[in-house]
């Protein structure tokens, strides 16, 4: 069941590059009613559970996917964002070349988010951040005016860093754990023998997912790429994309996977204060209404990712069950 979040969104994209006329002309209807039916079976979820029914899919589908409560948390945030993203396109771009191609992006970025939720090994976490990440890039370049050029430029060339961090800390933690799903990784760290090569890893892929999720100091590409993008894209991006590709994953990882000394504790909840306070600044300093909300947004999510972490740092050797 769990597959079809990913392999149904793949199916659509398909069929609308059929070459087909009226198939092209129907991609908002069929994108609008992928997503619709991604909310409500997550709102349907708490009545008529999934697990009841059998992953048909399974036997061809070589991915470790799992959920829990922030699983369906997410999926249901990516539907709702991404539906109103489909909506203010509709409104906004009025090329039907253009808003065609926003559509075939939309689903490519969704099949990333909701894999991404999913996933319940490193590896398959990594591949599809960056199918969010690529996505994002083509997104803000929609208009293929300079500005939205540079910004996706900026966005680009921090994302590749990012790529680097987070590869060279999978190779880490394959190196300490042999095994790069999340239950490997979280029993190498009670391993003494491991101590060095997985602080080195977790502090790598925290390097990552801090360019990722716009955390000051490298929060540079945020701003510019959030108000040279169409509004549409703004939507998605502020809204659900980047929260994804950074904060979820910081929280998933560093919450219930990584476990850490309280010193490291510190040194996330210090960057996260900093981070705050410093976007807050920024935020009073603009004359730009998207450039203010995109600092605006970094100031908000790493406080949420602040207070959850905090919580979540009792409950790292108890909150293992959606392994």
Not at 58 to 71: A, C
């Amino acid at each position: 069941m769990l597959s079809l979040f990913i392999l149904t969104p793949l199916l659509i994209l398909f069929i609308l590059n059929l070459p087909i006329d009226f198939i092209r002309k129907a991609a908002f209807w069929l994108a609008g009613a992928l997503l619709l039916s991604q909310i409500l079976s997550v709102l349907l979820h708490a009545l008529i559970p999934w697990s009841i029914y059998p992953d048909t899919f399974k036997s061809f589908f070589v991915f470790n996917l799992s959920i829990d409560s922030l699983t369906l948390v997410m999926l249901l945030a990516i539907g709702i964002v991404a539906f109103v993203a489909l909506i203010v396109a509709l409104c906004t771009i009025a090329q039907e070349r253009q808003r065609f191609n926003f559509v075939n992006l939309l689903l490519i970025c969704v099949i990333g988010m909701n894999t991404t939720v999913l996933a319940r090994d490193i590896f398959s976490l990594y591949v599809f951040i960056e199918i969010t990440s690529v996505s994002s890039f083509i997104l803000i370049a929609l208009e293929r005016n300079k500005p939205a050029i540079e910004g996706t430029f900026k966005y680009l060339i921090l994302s590749a860093i990012a790529t680097v961090f987070m590869l060279c800390a999978m190779a880490f933690f394959l190196l300490a754990a042999g095994d790069l799903s999340f239950a490997a990784i979280h029993s190498a760290f009670y391993n003494p023998g491991n101590n060095f090569i997985l602080k080195l890893a977790v502090s790598l892929f925290l390097c990552g997912l801090f360019i990722k999720s716009g955390v000051a100091p490298f929060h540079g590409w945020l701003p510019d790429a959030y108000s040279v993008a169409p509004a549409s894209v703004s939507v998605l991006l502020a809204g659900i994309a980047t929260k994804i590709s950074g904060v979820y994953v910081l929280l998933r990882l560093f919450g219930s996977v990584f476990v850490l000394n309280p010193a490291f504790q510190s040194i996330l909840l210090f960057a996260g204060a900093f981070s705050i306070v410093l976007a807050a600044l920024a935020a009073l300093t603009q004359d730009d209404f998207k450039r203010m909300l995109s600092y605006s947004s970094i100031s908000h999510r790493i406080y949420y990712s602040c207070l959850r972490l905090r919580y979540a740092s009792g409950l790292c050797g108890s909150g293992i069950s959606f392994l």
